[in-house]
């Protein structure tokens, strides 16, 4: 899989939009990028995923660079209850193997401030 | 509400006792898997079932065991309990293994190993 890189943490109003960044330089042409978020003492959570395109849902959007190289979930206004840590995933999508599994790192911790 | 239900959400154990955790779902989902997650690492999948009757190895497998008689609950037995094994356990459902976005986590149970 390739490998993502996240800071390690960013906060924002509340109000406002929230930008978080993932940079997967090493991926490959059939891999997707996924976020996940987890809400303190939760289990992870969808948000998003796309491949080549902009996507956009009722929770967020997904930026991602022509070069594919990195991507941007943006929460487009934040509240506290969007407090989580993020995880940025690059996985193939129809993957050999039922072995295949969401690999979390240590994401992002996004903290939205009142 | 439909979704996964982990029991118990805390348990201490002695070490060298065995427990099962128990992990049930709603939507007739036919894969279901165990994580563990530990301070600062990421989710590490322990076992996996592709359906009824079928289980399977992930990264972490030993000192656990699973087994899956219906499609609703997989649930995760620890044989002889070890500190090492005191974590964070998460259930996930999907209607596929391929389906990452599909991926419906529990709660966690909050295992202690004394």
């Known amino acids: 899989d390739a490998k993502t890189t996240q800071p390690t943490s960013m906060d924002c109003a509340e109000g406002r939009a929230a930008n978080l960044p993932c940079n997967h330089s090493?991926?490959?042409?059939?891999?997707?990028v996924y976020w996940y978020r987890q809400i303190h003492s939760q289990g992870p959570q969808y948000i998003i995923h796309?491949?080549?395109n902009n996507e956009t849902n009722e929770m967020a959007s997904l930026i991602i660079t022509e070069d594919r190289k990195s991507s941007t979930l943006i929460l487009p206004h934040a509240t506290l209850r969007d407090t989580a840590v993020y995880y940025c995933?690059?996985?193939?999508?129809?993957?050999?193997?039922?072995?295949?599994?969401?690999?979390f790192g240590k994401g992002i911790t996004l903290s939205v401030r009142p | 509400n439909a979704g996964v239900t982990q029991t118990p959400k805390f348990q201490v154990l002695k070490t060298g006792q065995s427990m099962t955790l128990q992990c049930a779902q709603d939507?007739?989902?036919?894969?279901m898997s165990w994580y563990r997650q530990d301070p600062g690492m990421g989710l590490r999948l322990i076992h996996y079932?592709?359906?009824?009757?079928?289980?399977d190895q992930g990264e972490v497998p030993n000192g656990y065991n699973v087994s899956r008689s219906t499609t609703e609950d997989f649930p995760l037995r620890l044989l002889s309990a070890a500190p090492s094994q005191t974590s964070v356990y998460f259930c996930?459902?999907?209607?596929?293994?391929?389906?990452?976005?599909?991926?419906?986590f529990g709660s966690g149970t909050r295992l202690t190993v004394v």
């Open positions: 996930a459902s999907s209607y596929s293994w391929q389906a990452f976005e599909g991926y419906t």
């Open positions: 090493t991926i490959s042409g059939n891999e997707y």
């Open positions: 796309g491949l080549k």
């Open positions: 995933i690059v996985r193939v999508e129809m993957e050999a193997g039922a072995n295949s599994k969401l690999t």
């Open positions: 939507m007739n989902h036919e894969y």
């Open positions: 079932s592709v359906g009824a009757g079928i289980t």
